[in-house]
């Protein structure tokens, strides 16, 4: 019981991490780049850069499959 409590925790804690750290480089984009260039544009949070990044994989997911 405790081996499956820890190994859900741990699948739980890498998918928190490596979501950081997918949406890290479009926070520091968004803000490093566009707040700057873009009149009207305001700086966003983590949690911001997070929606982001999950909208655009919904919107621009590759829909191919490989036909034999």
Do not use: H, R, Y
């Not at 890498?14 to 997918?22: E, N, R």
């Not at 983590?46 to 036909?67: E, R, V």
């Amino acid at each position: 019981m405790v081996t499956v409590l820890g190994k859900i925790f741990g699948a739980v804690v890498f998918f928190v991490l490596a979501s950081f750290l997918f949406s890290w480089p479009v926070m520091m984009l968004w803000n490093g780049c566009l707040v700057d260039a873009v009149t009207g544009v305001n700086q966003i949070t983590w949690l911001q850069a997070w929606g982001i990044n999950f909208l655009c994989g919904l919107l621009f997911k590759s829909s191919t499959s490989a036909k034999e």
